[in-house]
């Protein structure tokens, strides 16, 4: 690795990192096939932010309970949530279940997402609501869509809370901030379907894995994965790469699900580790 001071000596090795897994064989072992599965942009953003909500344990897990609530769903997620309702869409999701998100939980989230896209027309719109053009993160449009989906309903039970990060309370916010890297970013693997936020404000999804590794190279010197550890992180990636600091996430995630890449790499195999 070049000498100099951290992280500039680390950017070659970094850069090389990304190079290597941003590839389209990422996709197929990650929750973001769920968006490549689709062709309509209002389907990839709907199904993409059930994946990130579910992208929890082993990914082959997570794919298949995907492939399921999209069958559930039948293959029209957005047009499933558009049109919801509390009798024949409910019982579709009915019995549906992955680790601690229950059927109570994919019937209420749906219900008041439904209710939103009613209000805002796309998921893009109700992020962009609470989210400002010269924001440094967009840690204000996650906590604004979790307690939009919280408020969305007076019926709404506490418990769907769980899944819905609130970063200016502390979380990490992991799966919100991967969910707008798959939305924002453009390139191999990642859409770039949103125009409200752009991919200089975006941050590191942080993550156990991600984690680990960043601490290691020395890019983080917080030891809990929280939202100041997120911020911490992604200030040092902004020093590499100003305008698309969330680039870096494949670089963290790759090497902490994949490890090291060999010297002279080959196009990853799609099928390499399930566990996330």
């Known amino acids: 690795m070049e000498s100099g001071p951290l992280p500039w000596r680390l950017k070659s090795y970094l850069d090389n990192l990304v190079d290597y897994f941003e590839r389209p064989a990422f996709i197929d072992s990650d929750p973001i096939a769920a968006c490549h599965w689709f062709d309509d942009p209002r389907d990839q953003e709907v199904i993409g932010l059930y994946a990130a909500l579910l992208a929890w344990g082993r990914r082959a897990t997570v794919l298949r309970k995907i492939e399921e609530l999209c069958e559930r769903m039948n293959q029209r997620p957005c047009a499933f949530v558009w049109n919801f309702d509390w009798g024949a869409s409910a019982a579709r999701l009915e019995g549906f279940k992955h680790r601690t998100f229950s059927s109570d939980d994919a019937i209420w989230f749906t ?92 941050v590191l999804p942080l993550d156990v894995h991600s984690g680990r590794q960043a601490r290691s190279l020395g890019m983080l010197a917080r030891r809990s994965n929280d939202w100041k550890a997120v911020r911490q992180l992604t200030r040092a990636c902004r020093m590499l790469c100003p305008e698309d600091p969330a680039r870096y996430d494949y670089a963290f995630f790759g090497l902490g699900i994949n490890g090291e890449p060999p010297p002279h790499p080959a196009p990853i195999d799609s099928a390499a580790s399930q566990a996330t």
């Open 111 to 202: 219900s008041n997402l439904h209710l939103l896209l009613k209000k805002h027309k796309t998921v893009e719109a109700i992020f962009a609501a609470d989210h400002r053009q010269n924001a440094p993160d967009p840690s204000r449009a996650i906590q604004g869509f979790s307690q939009r989906v919280m408020n969305a309903s007076v019926e709404t039970p506490t418990r769907l809370q769980k899944h819905l990060a609130r970063p200016l309370h502390g979380s990490a916010a992991k799966r919100l901030c991967m969910y707008l890297r798959w939305m924002v970013r453009r390139g191999p693997v990642d859409l770039g379907l949103w125009q409200a936020i752009e991919p200089r404000q975006l």
